[in-house]
């Protein structure tokens, strides 16, 4: 398999020996777009058949997955992603969960609603956690001190 390097160089290489294959106009390409997007409306198998291809992609190549969805989501690279991840000791930054054995509950990227920016790498738990109190300290701070405040019951 050729690197992301090589696979650019060939691709600049076969689009120059073959550019009457390559070479839309913006309206071409955008007439191209607009059919293919009535069709994936319109045709269910057509859409089927895409997302089954889609899905088949992505599990034969879940780093990809996983850098795309990360630059795209959080503009974070790999490398920025794992330097936060050895910065947190490969651990959870509020509990400290470490089973990375699936990757759906550890680790997750955090990150502010508002400013868009990363905060650190949780739990699955923790990171729902802070949403179903929508960041907020001062729920955060109240919900503690319920549970300071409140001692389990004892009713049996």
Not at 52 to 68: D, R, T
Request: charged share 35%; hydrophobic share 25%.
């Amino acid at each position: 398999m050729r690197s992301s390097e090589e696979n650019k160089k060939y691709m600049e290489e076969y689009y120059k020996k073959n550019p009457e294959k390559f070479k839309r106009t913006p309206e071409q390409q955008a007439e191209h777009n607009r059919r293919r997007r009535e069709r994936y409306a319109k045709d269910k198998a057509y859409r089927e058949k895409l997302k089954q291809q889609s899905k088949e992609y992505w599990a034969k190549f879940p780093e990809k997955k996983k850098k795309s969805r990360i630059r795209g989501q959080y503009d974070m690279s790999m490398e920025d992603f794992e330097e936060l991840m050895a910065l947190q000791n490969g651990a959870c930054a509020i509990c400290g969960h470490s089973d990375m054995s699936d990757k759906n509950i550890f680790p997750v990227v955090d990150h502010c609603h508002e400013s868009g920016k990363v905060r650190g790498l949780l739990c699955m738990n923790c990171n729902q956690g802070l949403g179903k109190f929508k960041d907020s300290t001062s729920n955060l701070t109240a919900a503690m001190a319920y549970l300071i405040r409140n001692k389990p019951l004892n009713l049996g």
